[in-house]
């Protein structure tokens, strides 16, 4: 972590005008996409099927981690790199406002759409919380809570997590729907802007205000909960993807919101580019008229793709419950399965921005590159274009979609049994949702293989 956090502010300190941009990438798939899917569908019935003849003692002892050292605090490098974040915020944001208007050549679209959203977001879930080791509001609140003992502000209990729900749905609007995201003025402002809002956030409510209302740290913290290496008793420990979800308290209904909101707005991020969404539009692909020309179309789109999860979720845990005779409300069955979707949700991340990664990567290495001096880095898509390495990245995609709703299925199974409910009885109450989980195994199938438009 020291030397990648030196790399990434000496190349901050001394890039120059690079050859770098993020870009949105598709290609067209032409491989047996009617065999996954079905492949993919099968496993996940095969799976329910297994889940159901299984000892509920033992799909509980699945997630069940294994302990190894006693874990530290977050050491001085890990204060390091929270406080140095700061600074390094400021510069990219000012980089964006005073530097190069081509993002060609502007570090701040690299480092938010690339590292951040691409690289971090999915490292946050594979490798374990690195987001908490350099987040800049923690370092700015360290530094506030040197020079004072307290807040001056209470948080409201009754604001619950709702203002950083307000605050994933303005970044996913922004992402999906703003004509110009990677522009790097464009970019500064509502980065900057977004800056000051959450330190504002710090400076009056305190640390309390990063895990209620900082929309950016909830998500991350949400995807470390599906990252096999974690804490349990003050030890590191070691389980299946997901253990944290299954062991962890149920969250708070705005909490759990937001965590349909990552799938439904991942989910809709991959539709939006499709043909049959231009169709729907009745804009021909090879004639796109530009982003400006569908922000009210996206907007309403990424509007009811939550809209749809949030009702067909609920209405499946409701048909559940029914089905097994369970009197708890929907709301309370809401908050308790909400977390097992998140391995979807990243599963999804992943398979969705490979490719652009593995493309898009390369300018961010060639970027380090030309600050440390170590020579010109070429930077190719030809793997794009080949058979071979096309065949290999699509079934990495399917393989972590797939395994992201196997996973899911485990968790839903497990933190029913946990409720109190027999294997029996738990087995039908998670048929609606067993269902409803296969049927997005094949939609999310779909969407990495459909052709792309826009």
């Given at each position: ?216 740290t909830l998500s991350m913290r949400a995807y470390a909960r599906v990252a096999p290496v974690g804490r349990r008793d003050g030890r590191r420990a070691l389980g299946l993807p997901g253990w944290r979800i299954a062991r962890g308290p149920q969250p708070a209904p705005g909490h759990a919101v937001l965590l349909l909101l990552l799938l439904g707005s991942g989910s809709f991020d991959g539709l939006n580019e499709t043909f049959l969404w231009l169709d729907l539009l009745a804009i021909n692909p090879l004639e796109f008229p530009g982003r400006s020309a569908v922000i009210g179309p996206n907007l309403a789109g990424l509007a009811l793709a939550n809209a749809a999860l949030l009702a067909v979720f609920g209405g499946a845990l409701w048909l559940g419950a029914r089905l097994a005779g369970m009197r708890e409300g929907v709301a309370a069955l809401f ?120």
């Open positions: 972590m020291r030397h990648l956090l030196a790399a990434a502010v000496l190349w901050a300190a001394t890039a120059r005008a690079a050859q770098a941009h993020a870009t949105e990438q598709g290609f067209v798939l032409l491989l047996p996409t009617d065999i996954y899917i079905a492949a993919g569908g099968a496993v996940m019935v095969l799976t329910v099927g297994l889940l159901a003849s299984l000892p509920g003692r033992v799909a509980a002892a699945a997630f069940r981690p294994v302990t190894m050292w006693r874990a530290r605090g977050t050491g001085l490098a890990g204060q390091a790199g929270r406080v140095l974040a700061v600074p390094l915020l400021v510069w990219l944001v000012w980089q964006g406002w005073a530097g190069s208007r081509d993002p060609l050549g502007n570090p701040l679209t690299l480092a938010v759409w690339v590292v951040f959203w691409m690289a971090l977001v999915s490292a946050q879930g594979v490798v374990g919380d690195i987001w908490a080791r350099i987040n800049p509001w923690a370092g700015a609140a360290m530094l506030l809570a040197r020079v004072r003992r307290r807040a001056p502000l209470r948080y409201p209990r009754a604001m619950g997590h709702w203002p950083g729900v307000i605050g994933f749905v303005g970044f996913a609007g922004f992402l999906l729907a703003d004509p110009a995201p990677a522009d790097p003025a464009r970019l500064a402002l509502v980065v900057g802007g977004y800056a000051v809002a959450m330190l504002a956030g710090v400076v009056l409510f305190g640390r309390r205000w990063l895990v209620r209302g900082e929309a950016l908050c308790r399965f909400a977390p097992t979707l998140l391995p979807i949700a990243l599963a999804y991340h992943i398979a969705h921005y490979l490719p652009s990664l593995l493309l898009d990567g390369q300018y961010v290495w060639a970027g380090i590159a030309e600050a440390l001096h170590l020579g010109d880095v070429h930077v190719t898509a030809g793997f794009m274009s080949s058979p071979g390495p096309v065949r290999a990245i699509w079934l990495v995609q399917a393989g972590a979609v797939v395994a992201g709703h196997v996973t899911a299925l485990m968790l839903a199974h497990v933190i029913a049994l946990r409720a109190g409910q027999s294997a029996w009885r738990a087995t039908l109450g998670q048929a609606p949702l067993a269902l409803f989980m296969v049927g997005y195994t094949v939609f999310g199938l779909w969407l990495l293989a459909t052709p792309r438009g826009a």
